[in-house]
Every structure is written in C-alpha cells, then in structure tokens.
C-alpha cells in the first residue's frame, strides 16, 4: 500500500477559530433564531444560529489539487464550522481510510496550539469518520469529520471554556465591587459558569445530530476538451492510456443563458479495458460539472499496462467551456 502523503494531514484544512478573549457571558440564543441552512453543492444540511459566510479556495497539494468550501459563522458563545474539500485521489483501502481519519485532527489540533481530549471513531451514514475534543486555555473545540468518497467533511465548533468562563465572570464581578455596583456584582457572582458549560454542551450536541448528507445535487455553445492522463505507478514504468474516442460535452442551457463559462476538472478511474469506470468533478463552476462528468463517461481509453500487463489508472480529463 501506498502511504498517504503527510501533507494531507497537516495544514490543508485548517479552521481558524474566532478568538474569545472579548467574549462576554450572555443568555443562551432563542430556539427561533436556529435556523436549518443547506447547501446544494455541498450536499448537505445543517441547523445553525444564523446564516454563516461562505467562502471557498483551491489547496495545491502533492496529490494534486484540493477544492475546499468553508461555511462559517460566529454568534453568541460559539464559533461554527461547516466545510467540504474534494481530494483529487480516491482512498479506496480501507488501510489507507483508516491512517487518513486517525491522523486527520494533527493539523487542527496543532493550528489550535490546544490539547487533544479525545478521540472517537463515529460514522454517518455508513461513512466513516472520527470526532475530537481539544481544549486551549480558553476555548474547547469539538470537531467531526467524515470521508464520503472523495469528499471530505468538517463540522466544528468552538466555545469558551468553563475556566475561562469563571474567570471572565470573577473578573467583571470585581470590576462592578470597585465600581460600587454592588447589585449588578452580586448578579454576576451568582452565574454559574459550569452550568453556563453544560448548556453549551447540550447545543452543541444539537449542532452536530443537525449534520445530515442530503442527495446528489443537480449541476449543470462551445466546448473543447483537453486530456491529461496520469500515470497510477510512482517509479514511471506505467505508460499514459491513449484516447481511441473523445466526447465533448453539451453546454447546459441554463449555464449559457446565464454567461457561465470556463474550465471543468474530471477525475476519471479507467478500467484495464479502458473504459471510464468512475468520473468525479472535481473543480470547475457548478452548473457545467455534470454536463462534463457525462461527457467523461463516454470516453474510451487505449489500455495502460505496467509491465506489459493492463491494469486500472486514474486521469484528469479537463474541459473548457467557452460562450464564443
């Protein structure tokens, strides 16, 4: 088995979570601000406190590269955390899942320069994934991830600490005695910061049983295709497959008459017959990926051999779409 590249368990997927220094004790959020957000592309839905920032951007790694969207949100005591990143290499041995999921949370951890608690394996869906807990000195962080496929989730959260919490009450509660407040500071020495902890637990709870994958999303003139073939074997001795039938994709309507145009990734496995076995998206606007995924199922490869045997490769095809 091949190993998994350090670089896809460190610094790829980072969450940089809002500091709580100036966070104030304030009252549980009201149930009516939980809201349930979804996301078509993403394939998923959540409840959260408030509509969350959008924001998405391409990792280079050495496995090639990663597209990551990030769904974030800071409200009330806490810091949310939706993400998904599409890897451009499937993980297909269970061996291989499992370094992947074990090692995932190094990089999170050491981003959060905190502790790690816990570590859980948890699955959803018949997906597997893992669940951590690692405390700062003034924040707990609690994140789940789940391999799906080539798709990579995140959901995280991060609260303050009860320390933190006890600390920040004590000292509001001495300001207000030197201040003569003595009503305002008996209100403030009567807050039970566990208590204020154990609330957040039970939110946070709900936070992560509101995760759900949801159904494959429909994605959607002039297109040109290109192929780059890449070899499976790392010493070279596997020669690119040759394209014996080329496909070019139509252009999505609704894409055209809205002037969506550009270039569409497609990770392809090809059997030892050459026949494309699986295709995946895997950058590229949404509404041309699923006229490019069809499009790249109908390609025909001359077989790759190693060793004059023919065995399965992976490829990226890569199609332009163009409105001229």
Known sequence: MKRIPQSLFLALFVFAVSSFAQTKPRPPLPEELWKEFSSAAGRFKVTLPG????????????????????????VGFAAYLVSYSDFPVSLTEPSQVKEFLDHMHEGEVASSQGNLLSMTEIELDGYPGREFIAET????????????GRRFYQIAISTPSAGFLAADIQRHAN????????????????????GIARSMDLFVSDFFASFKL?????????????TKVIAADDNGRVDPGIALKKVAPAYPPEAKEAGVSGQVEVQVTIS????????????????????AV????????????????PVKVQGILTFNFTTQ
Request: net charge positive; aromatic share 8%.
């Open 175 to 194: 300001d207000l005695e030197k201040q003569n407040d003595k009503d305002l500071a008996k209100i403030f020495w009567e807050i039970d910061p566990a």
């Open 51 to 74: 509509k969350p920032t959008e924001a998405a951007n391409t990792i280079k790694s050495r496995v090639g590269k990663i597209e990551r969207h990030t769904f974030t949100l800071g």
């Open 272 to 291: 030892e017959k050459g026949r494309v076995i699986e295709a995946i998206a895997i950058s590229g606007p949404e509404l041309l990926r699923e006229a």
């Open 137 to 148: 000195p003034n924040s707990t962080y609690r994140m789940r991830y789940y391999l799906v």
């Open 294 to 309: 069809q499009a790249a199922k109908k390609w025909v490869f001359k077989p790759t051999k190693l060793d004059g045997a």
């Open 214 to 226: 949801t159904g494959k999303p429909v994605m959607g003139g002039k297109s040109t295709p290109e």
